[in-house]
């Protein structure tokens, strides 16, 4: 089962400013679009601080996944 999350990014966090090709997310994460809707998530989508994005993750790195936009 997937969760669907919208996330938004810290200020700080390891993932933050950068585009999404240049961020290690584990398998089973898929960044679908930020919390707009108005695109889909690209591989140079930047992931700005303070922004949200919706994204699909496997319940297992979840965790790992909210360190990266969280910190």
Do not use: C, H, Q, W
Not at 6 to 11: D, L, M, N, S
Not at 39 to 55: D, H, N, Q, S
Request: net charge negative.
């Amino acid at each position: 089962t997937l969760d669907i999350m919208e996330i938004r990014v810290e200020e700080g966090a390891p993932a933050a400013g950068k585009a999404l090709r240049d961020v290690r997310f584990p398998a089973g994460t898929l960044v679908i679009s930020d919390d707009d809707g108005e695109r889909v998530a690209r591989p140079e989508t930047t992931l700005a601080p303070g922004k949200r994005y919706v994204i699909a993750v496997e319940p297992d790195v979840a965790n790992e996944v909210m360190n990266l936009l969280r910190g």
